[in-house]
């Protein structure tokens, strides 16, 4: 049967590591391709950049780090960070990313989801959702509202809606990314994550809160989901990749722990 | 040299860097003549089966690799190459290169926790001893993304299978022709060492 997968999130800001709380705050911790390398070493079961500079320059820049990590990190690579079009998805790939993620854009425009399935096939493509709790109304019965542009703007959408049509659309997997849990190391956000997984037959990748090693444990047990993906735990050295995988290989939860 | 099969399917540069990885230099090619003279054949492939077939088809490649496979040259199939080495796909109803008999069809799941596409890391039980099977380790896991899986005709042509909801084959191969549906290049040091061994291997099956 399948493991869960650990996987662990690179924010890359101007060719450095970036890590932020709430989405905001950003700071520079590190080269993101040794850290890439020392994960991979270290058993990571998938890597995810985020590529959170606006400009032209920055553009380039993420894609010599995502051609540099491909040349030493023989596990799955997946990218996001302004994608917006079928063009933008091509030449991540062709920089050596499998999977692409899109976020605000496929919000303005779902086409977007459906047009990268077609062109990279469905399973390469990752619908990155950001999430904020709300007040439970007509309008959002799920009681969480989609918000894009890296947190500052609230769509008005229904956050499970969402998440269904980006299955219809095309989408091969979910990121369920937390906002009001990003950067607290307080858990992640477990009801959002069941809720999702329990909505959609696509695998869910947990995002945003993990700060204790048991964090991890119960996402992947009762949050149901299928991986869950760790940033600052790991980025600080406070935690590494191969003791959170023997953490929860220990609580019972199937990880690879051969690498 | 090997050459790693060109047929506008998937990424074929992972491939290549896993390749290189091993110490193997690698020849991206779409040209028949050039896999027809290939030493060796790396056959990768991600997307649909469809498209696949009429890209094999208009470039001449698809004769190239069943004169390939008839002459003994070693080939690695992998993911939709091991899938279009069959005779039929379920995938836009195809019809494949048939080197080894056998269909594939898309997994269909009683259990409604699991999910299409297999998505992730899986344990492979070698079930047939092969040399390029042979550095697999207990414990080890490779990575999986497929909606289809393979069906050969003849058991004799499974040679590891792993399992979701029930055991499918996971790799196959009969002579020169070895195939698995995970992703050596992706797989970390198992499946770089995978690569190694089929680097080494001079295309017969010990009985």
Redesign the interface.
Known sequence: ???K?LIACLDVRDGHLAKSIKFVDTRNIGDPVAKAREY?VDGL?ELVFYDITASSEGRRIILDVVEAV???V???LSVGGGVASVADATDL??A?A?KINVNSAAVRRPGLIAECAEAI????VVLSMDIRRVDRSARMPSGYEIVINGGRKPMGIDALEWAKQGERLGA??LVVNSIDADGTREGYELGLTRMLSEAV???VIASGGAGEPDHLYDVLTDGKA??ALVASMVHYGDYTVSGLKRHLHERGVKM???? | MVVIVDYDAGNLKSVERACREVGLSAEISSDPKRIRSAARIIFPGVGAAGSAMRSLAASGVDRALVNAFEAGTPILGICLGLQISLEHSEENDTDTLGLLPGEVRRFRLDDPVLKVPHMGWNAVRVVRPHPVLDGIQQGDEFYFVHAYRPIPANSADVIAESVYEGPFCSALGRANYVATQFHPEKSGRAGLSLLERFVEWDGRIDA
């Open positions: 049967m399948l493991s997968r991979y079961d491909a040349e030493q023989f596990i799955p790939r062709l050596g499998e096939g469905d399973q390469n091969g997997e037959r696509i695998p299928d991986a690879r722990m051969s690498w």
